[in-house]
């Protein structure tokens, strides 16, 4: 693929601006934004919540106005004529409108009657469509049995239906598990390579703007940075370092006294080590204090961490959790707070946990990993009471969940995969409601939603809907509410999903302090680096744990290019591959 600045742009963006929301209270989402995206290249825009990426890629479709500036698509004012833009380009939103109840093919039909597609056209279109995206097999099936990735990659068909001279994609990863992200990533790169497609995609894993031609840098409105990916790389060069801590020390516990030091920009569990940034070349005393320290490459990411925080110092991490008192035992020496056997739940003929078993001790954090539709939701949802229990034993907190569920749900606090609260609430309404409904009364109700707002930092925001909140504050907004009557284990399901990194380093760093103070937190993700924040890891896919282990045992099972060692993503992946080729396997051989 061609860089962006060597080829015609097919975007072009000079001191554009844009405001958002009534006029008496409107933000500036957008300020003296310039910019070109190339012809025959992936154009990445990455930031932080409310960076404007989002709002960015309205004003390419055309659905929007600039206030200020110039943008032109396709050679053409995006003020001046939107619905020629829009007739050009293929756009998928966050939140692609697909029709649950209706069959694959009468989704790809529905669009393609909205596209004017002919049907000779559409004869020769969907075969290619469905080779592309994999999903021939399941053209009779109901879009809302399909799984997340199935339904990003039904999505990108609908907005392929008319070739477009434009693909833009605003977070379309999001979600969707490791095997389908990158299954997503091999046709975007296909249709650049094989069509010619430029693309311009917003994501928040920044592993996915390192790979692209562009990148396109935000924060509040305005462009850090733009060029190729190793250009911003390059902003943390020499100050990078991977910290091996000494002793039986966690690595998320480093992180969480790193992050507290001024010297450092960013730090993240590595493998069992802690890879830490630093705004000096040399580390200082305090930091080589606490384990042995080696040089190594900066990373997109670390770039990335290092522009943000130089130009918005005030974006700092949030403070560690406070939380009930630990628990003075070690973690082998615990209770067990959840025990799992033989668990099964099935939904008529389908079983959709099928003999799961495992154990989670006073203060661990344990994570279920797995693709999409693997079983992680529905297991979450027995753990908290909210789903009767097919077979098999489950106990939380001492409570038998099969016949007492009433007595468990007290204990728990649950975050759920989407964003459950009540949009049309204020912040303080929310906190005030689920104070109630979790038995908070008086002056005790008072100070936990006080706690809470300060705890978060959702102060300022507590008379804004919690709908128009950015998803960094909606996490955390979900997290307050979890924790108003101080449950003794918390459930986290997909928490993290679409946060940007800022968000997901705060969300941890609140974590490892609920732990370390003997909170059992158990938590699903996609983001297979998150898994090192964790005790010990189960992988499932098809209701069944496949892989069991503390995160080193998992890393172990991965394959990585030569000359370097397996991390998480390469753990899962070799994982899952190789259990649906022996099921495959078996399969045949019963045929």
Same mark, same amino acid.
């Given at each position: 693929?061609?860089?962006?600045?060597?080829?015609?742009?097919?975007?072009?963006?000079?001191?554009?601006?844009?405001?958002?929301?009534?006029?008496?209270?409107?933000?500036?989402?957008?300020?003296?934004?310039?910019?070109?995206?190339?012809?025959?290249?992936?154009?990445?825009?990455?930031?932080?919540?409310?960076?404007?990426?989002?709002?960015?890629?309205?004003?390419?479709?055309?659905? /929007?106005?600039?206030?200020?500036?110039?943008?032109?698509?396709?050679?053409?004012?995006?003020?001046?004529?939107?619905?020629?833009?829009?007739?050009?380009?293929?756009?998928?939103?966050?939140?692609?409108?697909?029709?649950?109840? /209706?069959?694959?093919?009468?989704?790809?039909?529905?669009?393609?009657?909205?596209?004017?597609?002919?049907?000779?056209?559409?004869?020769?279109?969907?075969?290619?469509?469905?080779?592309?995206?994999?999903?021939?097999?399941?053209?009779?099936?109901?879009?809302?049995?399909?799984?997340?990735?199935?339904?990003?990659?039904?999505?990108?068909?609908?907005?392929?239906?008319?070739?477009?001279?434009?693909?833009?994609?605003?977070? *379309?990863?999001?979600?969707?598990?490791?095997?389908?992200?990158?299954?997503?990533?091999?046709?975007?790169?296909?249709?650049?390579?094989?069509?010619?497609?430029?693309?311009?995609?917003?994501?928040?894993?920044?592993?996915?703007?390192?790979?692209?031609?562009?990148?396109?840098? /935000?924060?509040? +409105?305005?462009?850090?940075?733009?060029?190729?990916?190793?250009?911003?790389?390059?902003?943390?060069?020499?100050?990078?370092?991977?910290?091996?801590?000494?002793?039986?020390?966690?690595?998320?516990?480093?992180?969480?006294?790193?992050?507290?030091?001024?010297?450092?920009?960013?730090?993240?569990?590595?493998?069992?080590?802690?890879?830490?940034?630093?705004?000096?070349?040399?580390?200082?005393?305090?930091?080589?204090?606490?384990?042995?320290?080696?040089?190594?490459?900066?990373?997109?990411?670390?770039?990335?961490?290092?522009?943000?925080?130089?130009?918005?110092?005030?974006?700092?991490?949030?403070?560690?959790?406070?939380?009930?008192?630990?628990?003075?035992?070690?973690?082998?020496?615990?209770?067990?707070?959840?025990?799992?056997?033989?668990?099964?739940?099935?939904?008529?003929?389908?079983?959709?946990?099928?003999?799961?078993?495992?154990?989670?001790?006073?203060?661990?954090?344990?994570?279920?990993?797995? *693709?999409?539709?693997?079983?992680?939701?529905?297991?979450?949802?027995?753990?908290?009471?909210?789903?009767?229990?097919?077979?098999? !034993?489950?106990?939380?907190?001492?409570?038998?969940?099969?016949?007492?569920?009433?007595?468990?749900?007290?204990?728990?606090?649950?975050?759920?995969?989407?964003?459950?609260?009540?949009?049309?609430?204020?912040?303080?309404?929310?906190?005030?409601?689920?104070?109630?409904?979790?038995?908070?009364?008086?002056?005790?109700?008072?100070?936990?939603?006080?706690?809470?707002?300060? !705890?978060?930092?959702?102060?300022?925001?507590?008379?804004?809907?919690?709908?128009?909140?950015?998803?960094?504050?909606?996490?955390?907004?979900?997290?307050?509410?979890?924790?108003?009557? !101080?449950?003794?284990? /918390?459930?986290?399901?997909?928490?993290?999903?679409?946060?940007?990194?800022?968000?997901?380093?705060?969300?941890?760093?609140?974590?490892?302090?609920?732990?370390?103070?003997?909170?059992?937190?158990?938590?699903?993700?996609?983001?297979?680096?998150?898994?090192?924040?964790?005790?010990?890891?189960?992988?499932?896919?098809? +209701?069944?744990?496949?892989?069991?282990?503390?995160?080193?045992?998992?890393?172990?099972?991965?394959?990585?290019?030569?000359?370097?060692?397996?991390?998480?993503?390469?753990?899962?992946?070799?994982?899952?591959?190789?259990?649906?080729?022996?099921?495959?396997?078996?399969?045949?051989?019963?045929?």
């Amino acid at each position: 693929m061609t860089s962006a600045s060597a080829s015609a742009a097919v975007v072009v963006a000079s001191g554009l601006g844009k405001r958002l929301g009534p006029r008496a209270h409107a933000i500036q989402v957008l300020e003296d934004v310039t910019l070109n995206a190339g012809a025959g290249a992936v154009t990445a825009l990455v930031g932080s919540d409310g960076a404007g990426k989002t709002t960015l890629i309205r004003l390419m479709a055309g659905l /929007l106005p600039p206030d200020a500036g110039v943008m032109t698509v396709l050679g053409i004012d995006v003020a001046k004529d939107p619905q020629s833009i829009q007739s050009r380009i293929g756009y998928m939103p966050q939140r692609f409108g697909l029709y649950d109840d /209706l069959r694959v093919r009468e989704n790809l039909d529905l669009y393609a009657d909205l596209h004017g597609v002919s049907a000779a056209a559409r004869r020769d279109r969907y075969p290619a469509l469905m080779e592309m995206t994999a999903l021939a097999p399941f053209m009779d099936r109901l879009a809302g049995q399909l799984s997340g990735g199935m339904k990003q990659k039904l999505g990108l068909a609908c907005t392929l239906i008319a070739t477009p001279e434009l693909l833009l994609l605003d977070e *379309p990863t999001a979600g969707v598990d490791p095997l389908s992200r990158r299954e997503l990533w091999q046709i975007i790169r296909g249709l650049v390579r094989d069509q010619g497609v430029p693309v311009i995609v917003s994501t928040s894993y920044l592993d996915e703007a390192d790979a692209c031609d562009h990148v396109v840098v /935000l924060n509040r +409105g305005r462009v850090l940075a733009q060029g190729a990916p190793a250009s911003v790389s390059r902003a943390a060069n020499g100050r990078v370092f991977l910290l091996t801590p000494r002793g039986a020390a966690k690595a998320r516990d480093l992180q969480a006294r790193l992050l507290a030091m001024p010297q450092v920009v960013d730090a993240v569990p590595e493998a069992g080590r802690v890879r830490v940034v630093l705004n000096r070349d040399k580390p200082p005393a305090a930091i080589a204090d606490l384990g042995a320290l080696q040089p190594t490459p900066a990373s997109f990411e670390d770039g990335f961490m290092t522009l943000l925080r130089a130009t918005a110092p005030d974006q700092a991490f949030a403070a560690a959790s406070s939380a009930p008192a630990a628990d003075p035992a070690p973690p082998e020496a615990r209770p067990a707070e959840v025990t799992v056997t033989g668990l099964v739940r099935r939904f008529g003929a389908f079983t959709a946990v099928d003999n799961i078993s495992f154990e989670v001790g006073r203060g661990e954090i344990f994570g279920l990993l797995g *693709p999409n539709g693997a079983g992680k939701t529905t297991t979450f949802r027995m753990l908290c009471g909210l789903l009767p229990v097919t077979g098999g !034993e489950l106990r939380v907190g001492g409570a038998d969940m099969r016949r007492a569920r009433a007595a468990g749900r007290g204990r728990l606090g649950y975050v759920a995969q989407k964003f459950s609260l009540y949009g049309l609430l204020s912040v303080a309404e929310n906190l005030d409601f689920f104070a109630s409904v979790y038995g908070l009364r008086g002056q005790r109700k008072r100070e936990r939603i006080d706690w809470a707002m300060a !705890e978060f930092e959702l102060t300022r925001f507590a008379a804004t809907p919690s709908a128009q909140l950015a998803g960094g504050h909606k996490q955390r907004l979900a997290m307050a509410a979890a924790l108003l009557h !101080e449950p003794e284990l /918390l459930f986290l399901d997909e928490p993290t999903s679409g946060a940007d990194p800022l968000a997901r380093r705060d969300f941890w760093r609140r974590i490892t302090g609920l732990a370390g103070a003997g909170v059992t937190v158990i938590v699903t993700t996609h983001f297979m680096a998150e898994a090192e924040y964790c005790d010990r890891i189960a992988i499932l896919d098809s +209701g069944r744990i496949l892989a069991q282990g503390e995160p080193a045992e998992i890393r172990a099972k991965g394959h990585a290019a030569a000359g370097e060692q397996p991390n998480m993503e390469d753990a899962f992946i070799a994982i899952v591959e190789a259990s649906r080729a022996a099921e495959a396997a078996r399969g045949k051989a019963a045929a």
